[in-house]
């Protein structure tokens, strides 16, 4: 069984920071390009950030450039979304997910594999 599980997410005041972890097991994801999204309340999940299979290549949203970085072990199946400068928009469940592809793609519908979400809060 395919499995993604978040952690690291929780409450934090604006302009701190939290570190997200997303855990693959039941099969390698290294081949994969691996991302993270999130959704608010009474909002459609959106994009946030993705990494190519190697790591290599990055995009992220416009909303959270020069403030998240992803990034990936493949030897421990694991995909990170560290995240600086939090604002309260930053506010929304969190989840991580593999791609159909090995490029980085902003393309939620490439997304195939999901984890069940991790929920970041941030406080004023």
């Known amino acids: 069984q395919v499995q993604l599980v978040e952690s690291g997410g929780g409450l934090v005041q604006a302009g701190g920071s939290l570190r997200l972890s997303c855990a693959a097991s039941?099969?390698?994801?290294?081949?994969?390009?691996m991302g993270w999204c999130r959704q608010a309340p009474g909002k459609e999940r959106e994009f946030v950030a993705s990494t190519s299979w190697g790591g290599v290549s990055t995009y992220y949203a416009d909303a959270v450039k020069g403030r998240f970085t992803i990034s990936r072990d493949n030897a421990k199946n694991t995909v990170y979304l560290q995240m600086e400068s939090l604002k309260p928009d930053d506010t929304a469940v969190y989840y991580c997910a593999a791609a159909k592809v090995g490029l980085a793609t902003r393309s939620v519908q490439l997304y195939d594999t999901w984890g069940q979400g991790t929920q970041v809060t941030v406080s004023s």
């Open positions: 039941g099969r390698t994801f290294s081949n994969k390009a």
